[in-house]
């Protein structure tokens, strides 16, 4: 394991990554689509810092301005204190799709392949690297099999295997669960959050769905409805996955949804 304990680490006496007044916007023949305004907030090394808001208020948009693959309108984004200026090894993303795996390469393959292709390192130590994080979530029985052969659930634990591969200094990920039944969501929330215990990974995670922000995250970012704005920041340290169903746990997702939908309204109706 390379990734040391958090313990280990040197206090970190700046964010890992600031996000600082970003407006992103896309250009669409005869329109231009702003996909966020003024957006800022600081992932400090080892968080789990989730992106929350409804569909289309730009959050996969600003993930994708994290991995360097839109520039901000206005506003920039800075990982270990430099602007981002492109894609990078230091960021990874693992997105919903399950078809994120080429289906030629085994799952070993797959893991190796982007760690080999960035030149980090040699065959040998890259397919050692993957075996390493196969065995992390799990799928060391299925380090031979191609994809087609894998369940969603399983698919998936690949994509965060062949991130973690990575050693990214963030790990973006796009609603990863999202496609997945109920039961297997949960369950990977689950092993995501015990990859964390273990590998303490920096993690961005974008959501809708707020009972999973809650028990993913340590800090949720409240986006508005489109364009996204910065609503607030809040504190999710308390909730695990045993929290579920309790009366405080409730109470909570039901105050972020206030924030997020009926004070907003309250808000937009005074701007208007
Ligand atoms: N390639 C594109 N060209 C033009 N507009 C786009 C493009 N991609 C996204 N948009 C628009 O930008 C806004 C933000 O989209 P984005 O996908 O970031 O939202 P989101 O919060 O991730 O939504 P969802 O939860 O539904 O995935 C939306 O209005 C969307 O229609």
């Given at each position: 394991m390379t990734a040391p304990a958090r313990e280990n680490r040197v206090p970190p006496s700046q964010p890992l990554l600031s996000v600082e007044g970003v407006t992103l916007e896309y250009h669409a023949p005869g329109r231009i689509v702003r996909a966020t305004q003024n957006v800022s907030f600081d992932v400090w090394e080892a968080d789990r810092f989730i992106l929350l808001g409804a569909s289309g208020c730009g959050k996969s948009t600003l993930l994708k301005a994290v991995g360097g693959f839109i520039a901000p309108r206005q506003g920039r984004i800075l990982l270990d204190g430099r602007p981002v200026s492109g894609p990078g090894p230091d960021r990874v993303v693992v997105f919903q799709e399950f078809d994120q795996l080429p289906p030629w390469k085994t799952v070993?393959?797959?893991?190796?392949?982007?760690?080999?292709?960035?030149?980090?390192?040699?065959?040998?130590e890259a397919a050692e690297r993957a075996d390493h994080y196969i065995e992390k979530v799990g799928l060391s029985r299925f380090a031979d099999a191609y994809p087609n052969t894998l369940s969603g659930g399983m698919k998936q634990r690949v994509a965060i295997a062949r991130a973690l591969a990575m050693e990214p200094r963030v790990l973006l990920m796009d609603e990863p669960f999202a496609a997945l039944d109920a039961l297997t969501r949960r369950k990977m929330q689950e092993e995501l959050l015990a990859l964390w215990e273990e590998v303490r990974f920096t993690l961005l995670f974008v959501t809708h769905s707020i009972e999973e922000a809650l028990v993913v995250g340590n800090r949720i970012a409240l986006l508005s409805p489109h364009p996204g704005r910065m609503r607030a920041e809040i504190n999710a340290h308390e909730w695990d996955m045993q929290s579920g169903g309790s009366p405080q746990f409730q109470a909570a997702a039901n105050r972020i949804h206030r924030l997020l939908f009926e004070d907003a309204e309250a808000v937009d109706g005074a701007e208007a």
């Amino acid at each position: 394991m390379t990734a040391p304990a958090r313990e280990n680490r040197v206090p970190p006496s700046q964010p890992l990554l600031s996000v600082e007044g970003v407006t992103l916007e896309y250009h669409a023949p005869g329109r231009i689509v702003r996909a966020t305004q003024n957006v800022s907030f600081d992932v400090w090394e080892a968080d789990r810092f989730i992106l929350l808001g409804a569909s289309g208020c730009g959050k996969s948009t600003l993930l994708k301005a994290v991995g360097g693959f839109i520039a901000p309108r206005q506003g920039r984004i800075l990982l270990d204190g430099r602007p981002v200026s492109g894609p990078g090894p230091d960021r990874v993303v693992v997105f919903q799709e399950f078809d994120q795996l080429p289906p030629w390469k085994t799952v070993r393959e797959n893991v190796a392949f982007p760690v080999r292709a960035s030149g980090r390192l040699e065959r040998r130590e890259a397919a050692e690297r993957a075996d390493h994080y196969i065995e992390k979530v799990g799928l060391s029985r299925f380090a031979d099999a191609y994809p087609n052969t894998l369940s969603g659930g399983m698919k998936q634990r690949v994509a965060i295997a062949r991130a973690l591969a990575m050693e990214p200094r963030v790990l973006l990920m796009d609603e990863p669960f999202a496609a997945l039944d109920a039961l297997t969501r949960r369950k990977m929330q689950e092993e995501l959050l015990a990859l964390w215990e273990e590998v303490r990974f920096t993690l961005l995670f974008v959501t809708h769905s707020i009972e999973e922000a809650l028990v993913v995250g340590n800090r949720i970012a409240l986006l508005s409805p489109h364009p996204g704005r910065m609503r607030a920041e809040i504190n999710a340290h308390e909730w695990d996955m045993q929290s579920g169903g309790s009366p405080q746990f409730q109470a909570a997702a039901n105050r972020i949804h206030r924030l997020l939908f009926e004070d907003a309204e309250a808000v937009d109706g005074a701007e208007a």
